[in-house]
């Protein structure tokens, strides 16, 4: 299974602000240089994360971005399944729809290695996602846009 680019950008920045310094709200135009993404993608995804209750995002002077503990604890798996919605994995009802889709047995086996790969994932959160070697490489992506 492939994430979608915008779950992968997701967790970059939910991992980047997971090893902030406790001083440090980067904004979402510092997040996006450190992570190697487009500002406009980041901003997309940081109103998602908002909206999940992931990242806190303060306007203004003193302003930024900020993990909360619910980011920070909170399963990856569940994290990834919000953000890439559980669907099919094939498109068994597209136009035209598929002609075995009243007796397929890929549909459900499908469905069943998605939930695999999600349940994987299920035990893990973005903090432990930091340990090394991942957090210092995070840190030393520093929060200054590029230019």
Known sequence: MRLTKSTDIALRIAMRLAVARDDEAPTTREVAGAVGVPYTHAAKVVS???????VEARRGRGGGLTLT??????????LVRELEGVGDVVGCEDEPPCPLRSACRLRRALRDAQEAFFAALDPLTVEELTGPPTGPVLLSLGTRPES
Do not use: F
């Not at 998602?48 to 992931?54: C, E, N």
């Open 48 to 54: 998602r994360l908002q909206h999940l209750g992931v």
């Open 69 to 78: 503990a619910a980011g920070r604890t909170g399963s990856v798996g569940g």
